[in-house]
C-alpha cells in the first residue's frame, strides 16, 4: 500500500455544478478525515468517519456539502451548486483508531477551483 | 474550544543555519496530543512526531529536535544545520484525546510557518 490516495488532483467547474472527490485511505485504517485548506492557511476539519459511520462534522460543512463511506472503506465528497468561496483544497487523511497516539496520513488533496 | 498558534508566519534562513519554529496551543483537556507536519511545495502533508500530554521528554531525531513545555503550553521545534530541502511549511496541531489509549480525533491546525533556506 502506497498510501491515502485522492482523485481528481484537480478540479476546475462553474459555479453551480456539483462536484464529487475520492479518497482511498490506507487500508487497514479504520477512521477517514477530511480537511479544507485555503491559500496560507493551515488545514481545517470538515468531517470525519470511523468504518462506515460518521462521527463528527464541522460547523463549516455547509449543507451543500455531504461525506459518505458506504462500505468503510474508500470515502467521497460531495459539493452540491458550488460557490466560489469553495476554492480551496480538500485533504484526506486516515488513521488507526484504538492504537495509542496513531498519527494521521494525509493524501495529496484534490485542488478544486470554481469559476 | 482548542486553539493553535504559530505566530511566526514566514522564517528565512541561510543553509547551516538553526532554526526554531515556535507553537503556543490552548486547550481544556488534560489528555491531548501534538504533532508537527511538513507541507513541502508539491503540497501532500508529511508527519514529522507526535506527542502526548504525559510525556514532556524532549525528543531528538537527526537534524530535528522538539521542546514541549506544559507549563508553557508549548511545542517547539528547531532544526539543526538547515538545508535547502528544509523550505517548506510547517504546521503544529493538536488532537483531543477521546480516551486514555486512542489516538485523538480531529486535527486543529496552527497557521503554518514557511520556511525558506537559502542556499
Known amino acids: 500500500d502506497t498510501g491515502v490516495s485522492q482523485n481528481p488532483r484537480h478540479k476546475i467547474t462553474k459555479r453551480g455544478q456539483n462536484v464529487t472527490f475520492r479518497c482511498d485511505p490506507i487500508?487497514?485504517?479504520?477512521?477517514l478525515y477530511w480537511y479544507r485548506q485555503t491559500l496560507g492557511q493551515g488545514p481545517e476539519f470538515l468531517t470525519y468517519?470511523?468504518?462506515?459511520?460518521?462521527?463528527?462534522k464541522s460547523r463549516l460543512l455547509s449543507d451543500r456539502f455531504s461525506a459518505e463511506r458506504p462500505k468503510g472503506s474508500f470515502s467521497t465528497l460531495e459539493i452540491q451548486r458550488t460557490e466560489q468561496g469553495d476554492s480551496a483544497m480538500y485533504l484526506c487523511?486516515?488513521?488507526?483508531?484504538?492504537?495509542?497516539?496513531?498519527?494521521?496520513?494525509f493524501g495529496p488533496g484534490t485542488r478544486l477551483t470554481v469559476l | 474550544a482548542q486553539k493553535v498558534t504559530q505566530a511566526q508566519t514566514e522564517i528565512s534562513v541561510v543553509e547551516k543555519e538553526d532554526v526554531t519554529l515556535d507553537c503556543v496551543y490552548e486547550?481544556?483537556?488534560?489528555?491531548?496530543?501534538l504533532f508537527w507536519y511538513k507541507q513541502p511545495p508539491s503540497g501532500e502533508l508529511v508527519f514529522l512526531i507526535r506527542?502526548?500530554?504525559?510525556?514532556?521528554q524532549n525528543e531528538i531525531s537527526g537534524r530535528y529536535s522538539w521542546n514541549f513545555q506544559k507549563s508553557t503550553s508549548s511545542f517547539n521545534f528547531t532544526i539543526t544545520a538547515s538545508q535547502v530541502v528544509d523550505s517548506a511549511v510547517y504546521f503544529c496541531?493538536?488532537?483531543?484525546?477521546?480516551?486514555?489509549?486512542?489516538?485523538?480525533?480531529?486535527?486543529?491546525f496552527g497557521e503554518g510557518t514557511q520556511l525558506t533556506v537559502n542556499p
Open positions: 486547550t481544556r483537556d488534560t489528555t491531548y496530543y
Open positions: 468517519f470511523q468504518n462506515e459511520a460518521q462521527l463528527e
Open positions: 506527542r502526548n500530554s504525559f510525556d514532556e
Open positions: 487500508s487497514e485504517h479504520n477512521r
Open positions: 496541531a493538536l488532537s483531543e484525546a477521546e480516551g486514555l489509549e486512542t489516538s485523538g480525533s480531529r486535527l486543529t
Open positions: 487523511a486516515s488513521s488507526l483508531y484504538g492504537l495509542a497516539g496513531s498519527e494521521q496520513f
